[in-house]
């Protein structure tokens, strides 16, 4: 085990732990200048496509985060808490790692007892050299697929563990995952992440939705809505390319792929995500598709 002493001996004072030699090498001098990037543990997929993650991150800035995050199922919207922590975290990672010779793990041969469409999980290191650049020979990652020994069973957990207490220990700062809409025609989808105005929220929450698509003045494509939205607290919106709209009070949605024009009653709800899509959507025809939201519905 290495102690506060040993990396001491490395040249490594107690501020700078975080410098480490994974076990399965030798643990000396060699390994100076190797930090630990990220520390991540993800679970979830199968049926459901709901799951949970954890990740340590070293930012550009030189902060350090810890984000954890979870999903109920497929198309729900991510949510989660972002903590600001002390670069002091990586210190019980780089033991661990030591400790239950995890890199070793990491060469196990996928299990023969894998369940098809079953939930998994992993962890994984990323490391970096004093330059910055990826060590891919430090780096790892370990899944629960792997046929893995009882000791090292105990160092997956132990990561587990750790960032779960590293969470309960810190305080941090609610996330929720911007609402978004997904448009698909011909095997393509088009996003479209929607502000948090009221409209925007209660266009989400009606999807799944069939809408009948139409041309709108040469410069969108529009479909028609039963019922209005709320716009209370909507922003107006000025018809700019990229953007979808609502139109009141005729109760159109409108998916601008041009400029087009601005007037009273035009309410900005989003931004499509990808202004490459934004020309595409032109080749759009008329007829009847479906638009589904990340929120969940009861």
């Known amino acids: ?28 001098a060699a390994y100076e200048g190797r930090l630990i990037r990220s520390v991540s543990y993800t679970s979830g997929g199968g049926m459901t496509g709901g799951g949970q993650s954890s990740e340590l991150r070293r930012q550009k800035d030189g902060t350090v985060t810890l984000s954890t995050r979870s999903r109920e199922w497929h198309n729900s919207r991510e949510t989660g808490m972002d903590y600001v922590v002390d670069e002091s975290a990586f210190e019980r990672f780089a033991q661990i790692a030591n400790d239950y010779n995890l890199l070793g793990a990491s060469r196990r041969k996928e299990s023969g007892l894998i369940a098809l469409d079953a939930p998994t999980s992993s962890i994984s290191f990323s490391v970096m050299e004093e330059d910055g650049s990826y060590d891919s020979d430090a780096s790892f990652r370990i899944r629960d697929t792997q046929d893995l020994t009882k000791t ?61 698509l139409e041309s709108y003045a040469e410069s ?38 041009e400029d087009g024009a601005s007037y009273e009653g035009l309410y900005e709800l989003g931004r499509i995500d990808d202004e490459y899509q934004v020309s595409f959507f032109a080749d759009v025809g008329p007829g009847s598709y479906r638009l589904w939201s990340n929120i969940p519905t009861e």
């Open 1 to 28: 085990m290495l102690t506060r002493r040993s990396f001491a001996r490395l040249g490594m004072g107690a501020g700078s732990m975080a410098l480490f030699g994974l076990a399965g090498c030798e643990k000396n």
């Open 152 to 212: 090292e069973w105990e160092g997956f957990n132990a990561v587990t563990t750790a960032l779960a207490e590293l969470a309960a220990a810190s305080e941090g700062v609610p996330y929720a995952e911007p609402a978004t809409l997904t448009f698909s025609f011909d095997g393509f989808q088009l996003g479209v992440t929607l502000n948090d105005s009221s409209a925007a929220l209660d266009l989400a929450e009606r999807c799944p939705l069939d809408i009948a």
């Open 220 to 257: 969108g494509k529009v479909f028609s809505l039963d019922e209005p939205l709320d716009t209370s607290d909507t922003p107006l919106a000025t018809g700019a390319a990229g953007t979808l709209c609502y139109l009141e009070p005729e109760n159109d949605v409108v998916f601008f792929y």
